[in-house]
């Protein structure tokens, strides 16, 4: 994908944050209250798949979502630019 020098200095934003709170107050700076909301479900769908315990009605049902949220996640889990995949596997080590 090609990002924008506006996509590429957020990108770089990101980077110059050194901790939790830091990231937390640029979040909310950046994003209302529901987009954090709605990005945090996604990466709790994406947390379920990955453990591969729960169907997709039942990973909708806990994080209040749909199915079709639950599938866009997947795909973008297993078909996507290993975005996922990477924080998984970093969290997952600590």
């Known amino acids: 994908m090609h990002w924008t020098n506006e996509e590429k200095s957020l990108f ?3 980077k110059t944050l050194k901790n939790e709170g830091e990231i937390a107050s640029f979040c909310r700076d950046l994003m209302t209250s529901a987009e954090i909301k ?3 479900k996604r990466w709790r769908i994406a947390q379920l ?3 591969k315990k729960m169907s997709y009605i039942e990973i909708a049902k806990e994080v209040k979502t749909s199915t079709t ?3 866009r996640v997947n ?3 297993n078909n996507g630019k290993n975005g996922y995949k990477t924080a998984l596997s ?3 080590k600590k």
């Open 12 to 14: 770089q934003a990101f």
């Open 38 to 40: 709605e990005f945090s």
């Open 75 to 77: 795909e973008w889990l």
């Open 69 to 71: 949220t639950v599938t």
């Open 90 to 92: 970093r969290i997952k």
């Open 49 to 51: 798949l990955a453990e």
